[in-house]
């Protein structure tokens, strides 16, 4: 019986009392406390293979931006699900591991742009995917120095890896807990000193105050669409099963969705023939960009990549080397190049948008390192160590970061600051950043 038809049966007043009947019939059906649920055990779950091959069977190809998605962020067995990914035991080394400097000179980097805005307190300090922890902790020590006191400032971790959450606890955090599951954050914790720690999944969540918002190789980890261009036009790249149940590339017949949304001019100009874009990093620099503009605060994205001339940049790493981002998906970690033009687009002035950034940069990993008296740092710990040996990895991990063989020109730094500073910033031009106009 279709619903015409009960309709035709029942006259009106006959369907209305029944339905108010039902509704006073409504029981309570028991429902288990969400606090007491949890994920399925590791041993339960699909393989990441299992679900690829799923979700390719339900619904065809995968963009590679829902590949990336799977495989990075699955909950149980997505990439930084696992432990021991960064370092020198896991897949890759990021610049915090490599020297205390690093985030030091970041830290320090905030705090005198901050004194061109005021006072700066309370402060609300925001990392996006902070790995083992090490950057904040190197920031935590900075501040400290500053004398900031432990209610006038508080952590806000955006991290979607619950098992990367425990790791920053255990290096940040005295105490820590699992939150309840009505508030906006997974876990809490305090430091040594008694500065409070939140962690969140999104950074939405995080209370739209005075921040400074710091991500470092984390825009890098974002999916992306693969685009490119064939004789019809613009196509997307997508990921299918061979007939052997493995996974690879081909391109879409038709233009998808995310052609039709994504590739628009500037993007598509030029003889490029290859192009990658990144929606969501897209939307996360524009929410950067207004909570700075709205509440006040800086942004600094520091990461490897591009001023949109690279179209193709999307690999994994395996144990410190490039692998094929399809061969054994959840193994290695993958990441494409960060579109630093893209960005800059996404968080500057446009029709409509109320708040935006002035957005500096990118500069090199080198120049922002030494206009920021990287050398004079290194000085200072060179003259604290305690001997000959600790002296030589402190030097020789400080040119690791600024070598433009190795990290000094492949890293790149860029900032966002209130649209409200211009004349500020005209008078005292962004350290780190100088010699650059201001847009
Ligand atoms: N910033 C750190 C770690 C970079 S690795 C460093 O420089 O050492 C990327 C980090 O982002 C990891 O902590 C990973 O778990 C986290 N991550 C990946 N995808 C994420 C997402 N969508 N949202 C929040 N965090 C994410």
Redesign the pocket.
Known sequence: MNIRNTYRIFNRPTLLSMMCRREKGYKIVKRPDPKTLRMPSIADAPSIMDILKEKIRLNGPLTVAEYMHIV??NPTEGY?MKKEV?GQSGDFV????ISQLFGEVLAIWFYSETQKMGSGKPLQIVE?????G??MVDFLRVLNKFKYKSNELSIHL????KT?QLLQAGRLCVSHKESDIELPYDREGETVSGIKVYWY?DLKKVPENFSWYIA???FD??PIHKFEKTDKGWRELLIDLDENQKPYYRISGEETQSVKMLVRPPLDAGDRTELEVSPRSLGIARQLAERVDQFGGLALIADYGHEGEKGDTFRAFHKHQVVDPLENPGESDLTADVDFSQLRVAASRAPGRDNYAIVMGPVLQKDFLERMQGLARLEVLLNNAKNEEDKEKLTASYNMLIDPQKMGERFKFMAFYPSTMADILEKHPPVGFANLTVK
Request: charged share 10%; hydrophobic share 40%; glycine share 8%.
């Open positions: 990075i962020t930084y960064i990021t610049s915090p591991e996006l995917g902070p790995g083992n090490t950057l955006v991290e979607i890896s990367m999944n470092h190789e984390f980890v974002l």
